[in-house]
Structure formats: C-alpha cells, structure tokens
C-alpha cells in the first residue's frame, strides 16, 4: 500500500467515526501539550504577514495538523516500530 492509499484509507475511516470514538483514539494517541502546539501554531500561522488564507481554512488548520500526526502515528506503528505497540 502507497502513503497516499493509506491516507485515503485512514480518512474515509476516521470520516465515519462517530465523535466519542475519535475522541478516543485522540486521548489515546495524542498527548494534549501537541493538541495545545497545534491550535498555536495554527493560529500563528494565520496571522502571519505573507499568510493569505479565508477564516474557514484559519479554523481547519489544527484539524488538517492533528491528521497528518495520527497519519504518521499509523505510518510508523505499520512500519513495524515493535518498541511501540500502540493502540489506534
């Protein structure tokens, strides 16, 4: 499987999860000083002075952050990182 198929596999999983279950594999797989980096950084990001984006994407930032990270959580527990186990 090719990272792209394996994104497209994780998120059309994670776009039928109902919102307790995500927010389970959330407290399970993200601690919450990277969730508190994401929604800085993005907000950073968007008041940047070369930063041209519309106020819908500024609020989707974190989103899109938090999915690449669980994405490349899965990458590296596919890899076969057996000093790991996690739980996704």
């Not at 999983?13 to 279950?21: H, I, M, R, T, Y």
């Not at 984006?53 to 609020?59: F, R, V, Y």
């Not at 989707?60 to 527990?77: D, F, Q, S, T």
Request: charged share 30%; proline share 6%.
């Amino acid at each position: 499987m090719t990272h792209t198929e394996m994104a497209w596999e994780f998120a059309e999983v994670f776009s039928e999860l109902p919102a307790d279950q995500i927010n389970e594999v959330l407290a399970k797989n993200v601690p919450v000083e990277t969730l508190d980096f994401f929604l800085e950084y993005a907000e950073s990001f968007a008041k940047g002075e070369n930063c041209v984006i519309g106020e819908e994407t500024q609020k989707r930032l974190p989103n899109l952050m938090l999915l690449g990270y669980l994405l490349r959580v899965l990458e590296e527990r596919l890899l076969g990182d057996d000093d790991e186990p996690g739980p996704i």
